[in-house]
């Protein structure tokens, strides 16, 4: 109970700036809600948005559509939310299982809400499927369930699979524990979300895998700098210590030995880490570290826009939100149960780099105000969050004034 408090306690400073009228994020008022207004539940859980389904996108913003205009980014916002608890959940009720204290569990839900990345992905629905990547990672760190749980963990696989395409990208993780382990559950698990693959894949192909600004390629330097900015160097020493650290090593902006010597010695430090949990044999820290990595790899191959701003703290966080609480959970995992004074130290230093994360979010316009306006002109665009995105007002679409008339029912 104590840790469900804590976590809504950190989900209420996250969400102090939008929590009383919510907020349409991005895409999600752009994009989905336009294309969703006006259709039955199966078109709307059935769009495929850059070729590709977010399910619990489409139905989170299916519902927005169900109510007034005013009232959708209340519905947008609080649906999200609850959806992002599953994998918070999942480590306060399966702490054992992880092999976590209290403690422990504790200062992964504060980092659930306080590492950088956490900002733009915190309670909207176009970022559900980081969510749920982190979900099925975790999935892949306990060891495979029977009876009733196995049930309800093959139903989250297929839900995270189902929710965009980052969770599969750990289907090698899961083949892999699948061969080692020579487990039935694991072979279940990683047929689950081979068959999710392969849906997306579908849904690609049929496209000709036409994915709007993302190509599969990535310079070898940049891809390394990438890892190290956005996924070492953000999560552990916060945005602003972060900050400082990825500026000593960006070789793209000068190819100097010392920044050379900077990249090099955090990485020495990270696969220092791997021969540790090698040599000791620790599955489930591996396999926590192994899922971090895919997902991180696959994020920077896969990114939207030019990658070389990923070599920063400024955008892109919301790729590595998933691979970076892996990450933190590997190193939970790793510190031995009764740790020495240097060790509650650093677990100290590390909760002040990134406490400022804590209370971070990206701004945006008021929406009761914005909604009010458009509803007077009616005006074609209504401004969204974050600041400089809008999406399509009353003029523009007639079923959405529709919505948006104070009468609608």
Known sequence: MLLWCAGLLFSAVKMRGYGLHGRFWAEEGRY???????????????????????LWTNLVVWCGTRVDLAAAPLVTTYLSWLLQLLPLGLVIHCRRQLGLSSVRALLFVFAAAAIPQSAEVWANSINLHFHFALLAGLIAVIAPPSGRQARLFRG??????????????????????????????????AGILAATCACQLALLAHFSFAVEGRSGSTDPLLLWLAVLAQHLASP??????????????????SPDPGRGAVAVALSAAYMALWVRVIRRRQAAVATSL???????????????GNRVVLVSVDVGGRYFYASNLLLVLGLLLLAPRTPARAGRVAASVWVLLVLHGLKTYLPGPDWAEACRQARRAPAAEIPIWPRGWTMPGPGANPEAQHRSSPDST
């Open 32 to 54: 989905f809600y336009p294309a969703l207004v006006g259709q039955d539940l199966l078109r709307g859980l059935t769009y495929a948005y850059n070729h590709h389904l977010e």
């Open 156 to 189: 989250l696989l297929a839900a995270a699979g189902l929710s965009g395409i980052p969770a599969n990208s750990l289907l090698p993780v899961f083949v892999v524990l699948a061969a080692r382990g020579r487990s039935r559950e694991r072979a279940v698990q």
């Open 236 to 253: 552990l020493l916060g945005s602003r210590a972060g900050g400082l650290a990825i500026a000593g090593f960006d070789l793209l902006k």
């Open 290 to 304: 192994a899922a971090a990595l895919a997902l991180a790899v696959f994020c920077v191959l896969t990114s939207l």
